[in-house]
């Protein structure tokens, strides 16, 4: 079995996506997602540009070597462009081999270390008390797992607050929409709403929440010990972590427990983390990553430490990935909890999908491979669109993280 074809589509059902589609001799398929927000052009292009012409006549079978080779082939390794597009080739492989062998790519991983895959639906509301209302709405659909978010009264643009519709950050005309930031107000009112939630609908689910990069240590280290008595699920990107020692601090002063990793790459982003126990969640991506090959590594480095895994799965990613973090979360022992976002329906004409949501949980489905399925003609009516992510600035004008 040799790929002798590959090709990259970009296109906007709802959301951009970068698609990579390889084929073998006999006719197999498989695809993987390289999409990375913001920034979908240069993966395309680097996987048009530099990695396609690597991969034809090669063995899919050969994934590690496969991985390994288009790694260190590039002498510039690592970072979101790179790892985007390695991400998309391997998950690419892993469809292929599921497909060819006949068994869904979790069969490869080791099988079924549970039935199914918890997930967490993001609540959210301009007020408390929509957000209340779309909390009980996902508990009514039998969720266990909810994350809230609402704005900090006087902001004017919140992290994750979708006020019309499904919440889609990017902008797609003009330059990036900035809105403001105050932390002190911030870190005054986020225990509130977690009392209130706790208040109205007791302690019977998990509650998380995503801080978006946008706290120093030490208020990170305040907001985690203010909010322990909700007992939350997770705290999550409470500080911007490049500089993984931060979370020493955070440590230090609470026993909420930390979650991050959604902008990481590599291994080398989390080692530090993982083996000084900085953390309790690592929320690598299997396209972000470079795919299942590392991910895997990744979790069996966590698990001696008794860190799960929580793989990002917003609707920046095309269902491609999401069906990957499936068949990854079903398979590695110490899956945490998986992020689902719902993609619009506009999304299902051109991904269809095998995977399904019952009581709580998502389960990858039975089909071979990855389990998705790329309608190229359906795509193709849905050209890309340039799109800006928001960006903050605090009430003095200043940058802020968003």
């Not at 530099?50 to 991985?67: A, F, G, K, N, Q």
């Not at 797992?145 to 992290?159: C, F, S």
Request: proline content about 6%.
């Amino acid at each position: 079995m040799r790929i002798t074809e590959a090709k990259v589509a970009v296109c906007s059902p709802d959301r951009n996506f970068v698609t990579l589609k390889l084929t073998t001799d006999d006719g197999v398929t498989g695809l993987g997602d390289g999409t990375l927000n913001g920034r979908e052009l240069a993966v395309a292009s680097y996987l048009t540009d530099h990695v396609i012409p690597l991969l034809i006549d090669r063995d899919p079978m050969r994934i590690e070597d496969t991985w390994q080779y288009l790694y260190h082939s590039a002498y510039w390794r690592r970072g979101p462009v790179t790892m985007a597009a390695l991400g998309a080739v391997d998950l690419a492989l892993w469809d292929i081999r599921g497909k060819a062998l006949g068994v869904p790519v979790y069969q490869l991983l080791g099988g079924q270390s549970r039935d199914g895959v918890m997930v967490y639906g993001h609540a959210s509301g301009a007020d408390l008390d929509s957000l209340l209302a779309s909390v009980s709405g996902y508990l009514d659909e039998g969720y266990r797992a909810v994350r809230i978010q609402i704005p900090t009264p006087g902001e004017d643009r919140a992290y994750g607050i979708g006020l019309s519709g499904a919440y889609d950050p990017a902008v797609r005309t003009g330059l990036p929409v900035v809105g403001t930031w105050s932390t002190e107000r911030y870190l005054h009112f986020i225990p509130t709403v977690f009392a209130r939630v706790r208040s109205e609908f007791g302690y019977d689910m998990h509650l998380l929440h995503d801080a978006h990069h946008r706290l120093r240590p030490i208020e990170a280290a305040r907001l985690g010990k203010s909010i322990e008595q909700y007992q939350p699920f997770w705290l999550e990107d409470a500080v911007p972590a490049e500089l993984q020692a931060r979370f020493e601090l955070i440590r230090q002063h609470t026993t909420t427990p930390l979650a991050v990793g959604e902008v990481f790459n590599s291994i080398f982003d989390c080692h530090e983390l993982i083996t000084r126990q900085l953390i309790d969640y690592i929320r690598m991506t299997p396209s972000h990553s470079g795919g299942l090959t590392p991910l895997v590594k990744i979790a069996h480095l966590a698990e001696p430490y008794l860190i799960r895994t929580g793989c990002h799965g917003a609707t920046d990613m095309s269902p491609v990935n999401l069906a990957a973090s499936l068949h990854f979360g079903l398979s590695v022992h110490n899956f945490g909890v998986q992020e689902w976002m719902r993609h619009a329906p506009v999304t299902g004409e051109v991904f269809r999908t095998s995977y399904r949501f019952a009581d709580g949980y998502l389960h990858p489905g039975e089909q071979p491979g990855l389990g998705v399925e790329f309608d190229e003609q359906a795509a193709a009516g849905y050209p890309y669109q340039p799109a800006y992510l928001p960006t903050a600035r605090l009430a003095d004008g200043t940058v802020h993280s968003w």
